[in-house]
């Protein structure tokens, strides 16, 4: 069966950095998506990363390693407002989104 | 630009009855998406849509119905609600299958005592 894994829940300090990792085992692999959901809200797109290596967006890094099924989104500088939930999915060879359970990450002062 | 609008935000239901989530987005997306969200849980496919007059079953179909009749609207529909129906419902577009990300609506949280 096809399996996303991610640490349920995570505590890092504001001002700090956090990785989040995501394992996967899918059939095929057509790309791999980060969203950032706040309680209550809706799932907002991060990044999204198709080949090898990584991806820089300002405060946020996601990397990729298909050999591996391996992902992770690296946050820098962290703020009160970066808890959230962080949801990993991968589109498998028919194009369809598989989604982990996402990590909840708390973040303290 | 209003992006993806879903309606009701709550609702409660009693075992037995029917009720239509409406969803609709102005960004002339082709592929529209259901999703229902439980606790520790990934979130799930029920239906989706690569255009108008097109519907596909996703990952948990069963108990709900789908149509979409104009490229906005794609609304979901359940039939005789159940308990294990009680979840968070997410209506998503995205402009091409590959490569883009989904646009959600705020999301329905449906209960059914």
């Known amino acids: 069966g096809q399996n996303i894994d991610q640490p349920t829940e995570m505590t890092a300090t504001e001002g700090a950095i956090v990785q989040i990792n995501c394992t996967y085992q899918?059939?095929?692999?057509?790309?791999l998506f980060w969203y950032q959901q706040h309680a209550g809200e809706a799932p907002t797109f991060l990044s999204y990363?198709?080949l090898d290596g990584l991806e820089e967006k300002g405060r946020f890094s996601s990397f990729l390693s298909r050999s591996k099924g391996y992902s992770y989104l690296l946050l820098k500088e962290l703020q009160m407002k970066d808890s959230a939930s962080y949801l990993c999915?991968?589109?498998?060879?028919?194009?369809?989104?598989?989604w982990g359970a996402g990590t909840k990450l708390i973040i303290k002062p | 630009n209003a992006g993806v609008t879903q309606t009701p935000k709550f609702r409660i239901l009693k075992i037995g009855q029917s009720m239509t989530l409406q969803c609709t987005q102005d960004?002339?997306?082709?592929?529209m998406y259901w999703y229902r969200q439980d606790p520790g849980m990934g979130l799930k496919l029920i239906y989706y849509?690569?255009?108008?007059?097109?519907?596909d079953k996703g990952e948990v179909p069963n108990g709900y119905n789908v149509s979409r009749s104009t490229t906005e609207d794609f609304p979901l529909r359940l039939e005789l609600a159940a308990p294990s129906q009680t979840s968070v419902y997410f209506c998503?577009?995205?402009?091409?299958?590959?490569?883009?990300?989904?646009?959600f609506g705020n999301g329905t949280r449906l209960t059914v005592t």
């Open positions: 998503a577009s995205s402009y091409q299958k590959e490569g883009s990300p989904l646009h």
């Open positions: 960004m002339n997306h082709n592929y």
């Open positions: 849509s690569v255009g108008a007059g097109i519907t």
């Open positions: 899918t059939s095929g692999f057509n790309g």
């Open positions: 990363n198709v």
């Open positions: 999915a991968v589109m498998d060879s028919n194009y369809q989104l598989i």
